[in-house]
């Protein structure tokens, strides 16, 4: 409770409220609707576009993991699968599903995450205005990358960090509210297992306070987690044997040097430090001082595994970067509506937040803006151009040399054409170069190259788009001395366009079987 002296704000009066909720109308509103727009008239994003892809071939009967590569566990692709499969239900481009989908999952826990917090009465009393706010962050913050693996994650942890913080102020949590909280939050943890490592750091917190380990939700949540573990090795066993060896021998050729991802996490870095300073200025008297701590310490954890994945990717600090963000304005419209006596004490305070919040918000106008102009000129987009070309040509099989995912995905998903390839890109061959640097031996255990000739040889592709943008790799060569007999194959391949940094090749007349594997089967024959 807020001390004696404290000017407390009353929002109750119903001219204040109705202003309230209609400006909380207002702001959602706003945000759902500049992302449906972008995300409805853009391409695909390129990881979303690829796992359904990989659901597609699951669901017709391809193994997953042995006929098509993802390093990924499980959960995802089987989360891809349902807007496929309300697609075909709807006879629906399963596309036009899929960010919608993800959109109403993340606002339904927006939405079950405020409902949570009304039970803490004060400045959550209202539901309306606290879903605008949760769900305006989880809409605009991930921007091009909404609906990635992180995002989902996030969301549904937010109900259990709520629940949590009320069991640190000795409010115990209903059993179903619990049991339900710990559920989604193990099965939120299992599309990224690391972050395990995040229910360990609450756990500890929990300790501190004298909590019992086995309550309901870290129990549901860890019965959860050992469920879908023992789920993967039954009906997954591809993952374990395949999947989890090749990605911790080749997914390190992604990484960059702690220090660059120290520089690319330093506006992050900076909120939580802003965010740990608040919580430490109110944790005797503010009434969201537990879950300020919860949010802090999740925050706080999430960033450890994000330096121990050690990618310099934006959505992997999506966890961290979105709860920061809740937890600045926890402190913010709390203290505000608390404000205390020596009103002189909180300036610097309120100066801190405000500017963090302001240096999130520009970063993310940042990132949403260049996907608003995509989607008011979607032609524009090198990936359209790619399809232009596809359907141009008549193209029916199809591949692209390069890191970048979305040379293939969206485009085989909008055009579909065949890919020939079991990898989504040529992140694994990048792998085996990076590896083969300090462990020669790994080119005999994951002969990358080989297979990408031997699936390029066998797909045949009608077009295939190498990229040649200043500092790409020469994939091509590297195939080539890796497998003569994809140097023969690409032989046949002639440029036909430029595009974007981009050189695109047609396939001639003849086919792709080897002339001289031709020529020693007619030998063999005549025998």
């Not at 404290?6 to 702001?27: C, E, G, H, I, Q």
């Not at 969201?288 to 990618?311: M, Q, Y």
């Not at 989504?424 to 255990?445: I, N, Q, V, Y």
């Amino acid at each position: 409770m807020p001390p004696a002296n404290a000017r407390v704000f009353d929002p109750a009066t119903p001219a204040r409220r109705a202003a309230v909720a209609a400006a909380s109308v207002l702001l959602l509103c706003a945000a759902l609707s500049i992302m449906l727009f972008a995300v409805m008239r853009t391409p695909l994003k390129d990881d979303i576009a690829w796992l359904l892809y990989v659901a597609r071939r699951w669901m017709a009967g391809r193994a997953l993991y042995v006929d098509v590569v993802e390093v990924n566990p499980p959960l995802i692709v089987w989360l891809s699968a349902i807007p496929i499969q309300i697609g075909a239900w709807l006879n629906i481009d399963p596309q036009r599903i899929a960010m919608p989908f993800f959109i109403a999952a993340v606002m339904g826990s927006a939405w079950w995450t405020a409902v949570l917090l009304r039970a803490r009465g004060g400045l959550f009393a209202d539901r309306l205005p606290v879903f605008a706010v949760i769900g305006s962050v989880l809409l605009v913050v991930p921007a091009a990358d909404l609906g990635q693996r992180e995002h989902l994650l996030v969301a549904a942890m937010l109900p259990y960090l709520v629940l949590f913080a009320g069991s640190l102020d000795g409010i115990r949590p209903k059993l179903v509210s619990g049991l339900c909280a710990g559920v989604i939050a193990g099965l939120g943890c299992a599309l990224k297992p690391r972050y395990a490592g995040v229910f360990v750091a609450l756990e500890c917190v929990a300790l501190l306070h004298n909590m019992r380990p086995w309550r309901v939700m870290p129990v549901a949540a860890a019965a959860t987690m050992a469920a879908y573990g023992l789920a993967v090795a039954l009906i997954c066993p591809a993952y374990l044997a395949r999947a989890v060896p090749l990605a911790l021998a080749l997914y390190g050729g992604t990484d960059v040097t702690f220090f660059q991802l120290l520089s690319d996490s330093a506006v992050l870095i900076a909120g939580e430090v802003v965010a740990i300073l608040l919580w430490r200025h109110a944790r005797r008297d503010l009434p969201e001082r537990n879950l300020l701590l919860a949010l802090v310490v999740f925050a706080g954890a999430s960033t450890v595994v994000c330096f121990v994945d050690g990618k310099d990717w934006f959505y992997h600090r999506l966890p961290a970067t979105i709860v920061t963000i809740l937890a600045l304005l926890c402190w913010a419209i709390s203290t505000w509506l608390h404000r205390h006596s020596e009103s002189r004490r909180l300036r610097l305070p309120m100066a801190m937040a405000g500017i963090a919040v302001i240096v999130f918000g520009i970063a993310a106008y940042q990132r949403l803006e260049p996907e608003v102009a995509l989607a008011v000129e979607p032609e524009v987009t090198t990936v359209q151009k790619l399809e232009q070309i596809v359907r141009r040509e008549h193209a029916r099989t199809y591949i692209a040399f390069s890191e970048w995912i979305a040379l293939g995905f969206p485009v085989v998903n909008n055009t579909g054409v065949a890919w020939a390839s079991r990898f989504d890109s040529m992140w694994a061959l990048k792998g085996e170069l990076w590896r083969a640097r300090f462990d020669p031996a790994t080119s005999k255990e994951f002969p990358i190259a080989r297979w990408v000739a031997h699936d390029f040889i066998a797909g045949c592709p009608d077009i295939a788009v190498v990229d040649t943008r200043e500092g790409a790799t020469d994939y091509i060569k590297i195939i080539s001395d890796a497998d003569p007999s994809f140097g023969r194959v690409w032989s046949r391949y002639k440029k036909i366009a430029l595009l974007d940094g981009l050189t695109i090749y047609r396939r001639g007349k003849a086919g792709c079987i080897d002339p001289w594997v031709a020529a020693e089967a007619r030998v063999t024959a005549a025998r």
